[in-house]
DNA sequence: CAGCAGATTGACT
DNA sequence: GTCAATCTGCTGC
């Protein structure tokens, strides 16, 4: 298996990284197991200037302390108070850009059966809890790796979910998912208002 | 300090 | 479609 690097995370493009990040492998490491499952719906929050982001007008709180790391870490946070969703830190120290990993393919799915497709389903899964909040992505027992290559038009990007308070920034096509796939998050018809993945990433490979 | 909204989900009308 | 669960953080008295 071929882990993603520090290199890959602290890249300050943080759309770059969450349509990448479609079709890598997150790999779960406990008690000497692997589970590994494939990532296809992630959604990016841009730092400062982004107004669905926690850390928007560089708000520090205990909780978002974590997005200020350098790339490469998770952050962990607890949502409605009932639910702990889990994101991939990007960019440089200080630079908080975060990529929130929305929904996964797992070794248990059946047909009508996705116990990943859900940021909050997810990390209840794989059992992500915030004892996982500000570990490191590149040697700790949660990381990325290499997956499967897509090409540009299996990708899609949308407007994120549940961010309708961020005004003119919820209609930002920052959530990208892999086109069709039977495990992306609601089962409501949230794939509307489609974009091409090259007209948001242009330099997406 | 009270009240409220939030990067959600599943149970119920 | 409606609503509760219940932690963090913001707003306003």
């Not at 996705?114 to 004892?131: C, D, E, Q, T, V």
């Not at 490191?136 to 790796?145: I, K």
């Not at 920034?169 to 089962?187: C, Q, T």
Request: charged share 25%; glycine share 8%; hydrophobic share 40%.
């Amino acid at each position: 298996m071929i882990f993603l690097t520090p290199e890959f995370y602290q890249r300050t493009d943080v759309l770059q990284i969450a349509a990448e990040l479609i079709g890598k492998y997150l790999v779960l490491n406990t008690d000497g197991q692997a589970k590994k499952c494939l990532i296809v719906e992630t959604e990016a929050y841009n730092g400062v200037g982004d107004k669905a982001s926690h850390a928007y007008k560089g708000r520090r709180t205990r909780r978002t302390e974590t997005m200020y790391l350098k790339g490469g870490h998770a952050y962990v946070y607890l949502c409605y108070g009932v639910h702990h969703l889990f994101n991939v830190v990007t960019s440089v120290e200080d630079d908080p850009k975060a990529v929130l990993i929305r929904a996964l393919s797992t070794p248990d799915d059946e047909p009508k059966f996705h116990p990943a497709s859900g940021p909050g389903k997810l990390a209840r899964y794989l059992g992500i809890n915030a004892a996982f909040d500000a570990t490191s992505l590149t040697d700790g027992a949660l990381r990325l790796a290499q997956g499967m290559e897509l090409s540009a038009d299996q990708i899609a990007a949308t407007p994120r979910i549940g961010v309708d308070y961020a005004q003119e920034d919820a209609l930002l096509p920052y959530r990208f998912i892999w086109k069709e796939h039977p495990a992306l998050s609601g089962p409501r018809g949230i794939n509307r208002n489609l974009r091409s993945i090259t007209e948001i990433v242009p330099r997406f490979s």
